[in-house]
Structure formats: structure tokens, C-alpha cells
């Protein structure tokens, strides 16, 4: 199975492509990797990278980038969107010293689903995750999906409600 981790940075895709890794023994194509390696440039065409990644996938592997979404290649069997609340996206942000604007900017894309219509205007087989406090939770259900086909229950988390205390705690 090939799968393409999307999501707003700072949900988790990374932690969760290495306990795949080391779980299922599933390769994981990072393409901030590529970007790194000079295979692509940091401000990607969709157009390039899907030439770029495209020859890369091979089976039991997933890409990660919040533009794996973007991945227009058949073989790809799940677009799995990452999710989480953006209030704690705030958290995991400033820790990682994202400047206020960056963090207001994903806090905002995340709490307006943003990521998740992109990729549900693009491909039918989208999951959703929800990775706010459990990253055991969230690798049980995407095993489930793997070795199950087994698809979780439909998200139904509404962040929007968020959006005033976004703009309280970042300062705009």
C-alpha cells in the first residue's frame, strides 16, 4: 500500500512516517528530503513535484510533505490528512520557534480544514486523523487502514470555533 501523509505542519506527519517505519517496516519518502538533497526547490511547482515523486513511489511506502496531497499519481492508495487542534498546533509551533505570523497562518489553514478540502476537491480516497493527543491512537488506526483496509470513522471535529482564540494567543 502506498500512502500520502498530508497535513498542516506541526500535526505530526513526521513522528507518525517513522513509527510506520519502524512498525510496518513501510519506506518513507520525505519530501522536504528531496527539497534538502536539491532534488526539488524549496518553493515547489505541484507540477514538479509530482514529476519528482511520482517515479519514487514503490510499494509499502509513504510520502510525507503538507503538499502530499498535491500527488496526483493512481498508485497511491490513501491521501491520509493528519489533523489536530489548533490550539495545540499554537504549542507545538512555538516550540518548534515558528515566528507569530507562520503560527497564526497554520493555526488558521488548520482550523478551517484547509488541507482536508484541498485534498477532497483533488481525490475521493481521503482519510482523516485526528492527531491531537495520541500518536499511539493515531498509528492504530492507520495500521487498521493498512493491513485492514479499514477506513476510521468520519471526523467531525468542527475547528472553526477556534479562529477568535487563534487571534487572542497569537497576537493579531
Not at 471526523?155 to 497569537?170: A, C, G, H, N
Request: proline share 3%; with cysteine.
Amino acid at each position: 500500500m502506498i500512502i500520502a501523509l498530508s497535513g498542516t505542519p506541526g500535526t505530526g506527519k513526521h513522528t507518525l512516517a517513522a513509527r510506520l517505519k519502524a512498525d510496518l517496516d513501510y519506506d518513507v519518502l520525505d519530501v522536504g528530503d528531496l527539497i534538502k538533497r536539491g532534488g526539488l526547490t524549496a518553493h515547489v511547482s505541484i507540477r514538479d513535484l509530482n514529476l519528482a515523486v511520482g517515479p519514487l513511489l514503490k510499494e509499502n511506502s509513504v510520502v510525507i510533505s503538507h503538499m502530499a496531497h498535491f500527488l496526483r499519481s493512481p498508485r497511491i492508495d490513501f491521501f491520509v490528512v493528519l489533523r489536530c487542534d489548533p490550539l495545540v498546533l499554537i504549542k507545538r509551533l512555538k516550540k518548534r520557534g515558528y515566528k507569530n505570523k507562520k503560527i497564526y497562518d497554520n493555526a488558521l489553514f488548520e482550523a478551517i480544514d484547509g488541507t482536508y478540502i484541498e485534498a477532497i476537491e483533488l481525490h475521493k480516497n481521503v482519510v482523516q486523523i485526528d492527531n491531537t493527543h495520541s500518536i499511539k491512537k493515531s498509528i492504530t488506526l492507520l495500521r487498521k487502514l493498512i493491513e485492514e483496509n479499514k477506513v476510521p470513522k468520519p471526523f467531525k471535529k468542527d475547528y472553526s470555533r477556534r479562529i477568535r482564540t487563534i487571534e487572542k494567543l497569537v497576537g493579531f
